[in-house]
């Protein structure tokens, strides 16, 4: 079946750090991965995307997430975090439907809330 | 374009009442989805509808719970005789026929008491 990994529930960084965010799917073929954000009482904010190509991909707001098959991971990268950043990150795999056709629903880890401290 | 809309964005209701949710996608989105939230947790899938055809529920999606689509544009999502484990945000997401990504709209935060 399958499934995300989020292992990190809560991490607090400084800002002007680096942040990585972890990653980890179970999916039988190639994935379509995806990270959105979500502040409070809010909806979901998509971030980036992975269909194909290029492992290292590139999203808004400075956030880039790697691709590794190898690791069945796409963790979510920052080099430098701003205050604003402060929300709850999900990453979610693109699942296919029992009727066929391409990738439909999304099947979400449990989330990473991310705190920033001054 | 003024993205996914859903209304109403908070509810209250007591149990054992019944609640309809709104979603009103992106225009000319062929496909729509319900997912459930509860705290704590990522979104849940429950239903899909491609046009006004209902094309997959999941078991989450109990006997209580009824969506439709009716012209392949708006949906409405119902729960019935409401319980206090309803309680959860409820988010409604559109995508277009070629699957590229699913926009979420704001959602509808319902507590039951």
């Known amino acids: 079946a399958q499934s995300v990994t989020q292992p990190d529930i809560h991490i607090t960084v400084s800002e002007g750090a680096s942040l990585e965010l972890r990653c980890n799917y179970s999916?039988?073929?190639?994935?379509?991965l995806f990270w959105y954000v979500q502040s409070p009482g809010q909806g979901l904010q998509l971030l980036l995307k992975?269909?194909?190509?290029?492992?290292l991909v590139q999203g808004i707001k400075g956030f880039e997430a790697e691709f590794k098959r190898s690791q069945s991971s796409f963790n979510l990268r920052k080099p430098s975090v701003h205050w604003s950043d402060a929300a709850e990150y999900f990453c979610?795999?693109?699942?296919?439907?029992?009727?066929?056709?391409?990738?439909?629903?999304?099947?979400f880890g449990t989330g990473t809330l991310l705190a920033v401290q001054p | 374009d003024t993205g996914v809309s859903q209304d109403p964005r908070h509810k209250i209701t007591k149990r054992g009442q019944n609640v309809t949710f709104r979603c009103d996608p992106i225009?000319?989105?062929?496909?729509l989805y319900w997912y459930r939230q509860t705290l704590g947790q990522g979104p849940e899938f429950l239903t899909y509808?491609?046009?006004?055809?209902?094309?997959?529920k999941s078991r989450l999606l109990s006997d209580r719970f009824s969506a439709e689509r009716p012209k392949g544009s708006f949906s409405t999502l119902e729960i019935q005789r409401t319980e206090q484990g309803d309680s959860a945000m409820y988010l409604c997401?559109?995508?277009?026929?070629?699957?590229?990504?699913?926009?979420f709209g704001q959602g509808t935060r319902l507590t039951v008491v």
């Open positions: 999916y039988g073929a190639t994935p379509y």
């Open positions: 225009s000319e989105h062929n496909r």
């Open positions: 979610a795999v693109g699942a296919s439907m029992n009727y066929g056709g391409a990738t439909n629903k999304l099947i």
């Open positions: 509808f491609q046009n006004e055809a209902q094309l997959e």
């Open positions: 997401a559109s995508s277009p026929l070629t699957y590229t990504e699913a926009f």
């Open positions: 992975y269909f194909s190509g290029d492992t």
